[in-house]
């Protein structure tokens, strides 16, 4: 079964800090995998997307990286701002799927001044 | 800016009264998609079109229809909402239904029903 989790469900840090998501996935045949940023009450906004061949992508202060062997990826946020806080959702696209998206349930993140 | 908007952003209906949500896009993409997320969980795709193919999520209950009248504009009618309907809607859209486009994601419409 086609599965995407992340953890942890969710993470209080203090502004300035770095901190580190993670994604592990059971998706096949394998397409690529996003990184989206959910605002509270807003649409997912994306980050991030990494290929099989790619093995890590940064935008601005978030760098994911994906390991395509172990099926594993990650977020890292540095210099973390309250802007910062959010759900961060990775998502697994199966190839040839007609755009079916396989959704983890998102990692919450709150930034403390 | 190139953008899907969606509106009303929040809706208020009673149970059984028949309500629509407004998708619209300026991306000029091919498809749209409609996807329903309840509190604390992932986006559940209810249904998408490839231009004016309509393509149904098998689990996706008779309740839920959608219209697309033009390339730009995309429909969800609710026939008869119930409490379990209570959720955001999203609205994203897409080149192509190849897995390797982008889904560009509207800001939702949250429906709760009273």
């Known amino acids: 079964k086609n599965q995407v989790e992340q953890s942890p469900q969710s993470l209080i840090i203090l502004e300035g800090k770095n901190c580190t998501l993670q994604c592990n996935y059971t998706v096949s045949p394998f397409s690529n995998l996003r990184w989206y940023k959910q605002d509270t009450g807003r649409g997912p906004v994306s980050l991030t997307i990494?290929?099989?061949?790619?093995n890590t992508k940064s935008n601005g202060r978030y760098t994911a990286t994906l390991d395509a062997d172990t099926k594993q990826s990650s977020l890292h946020i540095t210099a973390s701002q309250l802007s910062d806080s959010a759900s961060y959702i990775c998502v697994v696209s199966v190839r040839g799927s007609q755009g079916n998206l396989i959704f983890g349930k998102g990692t919450k993140l709150s930034v403390k001044p | 800016d190139a953008m899907v908007i969606q509106n009303p952003r929040y809706q208020v209906t009673q149970f059984g009264k028949p309500v629509t949500l407004s998708c619209s896009q300026t991306l000029n993409h091919n498809v749209m998609y409609w996807y329903q997320q309840k509190s604390s969980q992932a986006p559940k795709l209810l249904f998408h079109y490839y231009d004016k193919d309509f393509n149904n999520e098998a689990d996706t209950p008779d309740n839920f229809q959608s219209r697309r009248p033009n390339t730009s504009f995309c429909f969800l009618d609710i026939r008869s909402p119930g409490l379990g309907d209570a959720a955001m809607y999203l609205c994203?859209?897409?080149?192509?239904?190849?897995?390797?486009?982008?889904?560009?994601f509207g800001p939702g419409t949250r429906l709760t029903v009273t």
């Open positions: 994203a859209t897409s080149r192509s239904r190849d897995s390797s486009y982008e889904q560009y």
């Open positions: 990494m290929t099989f061949s790619e």
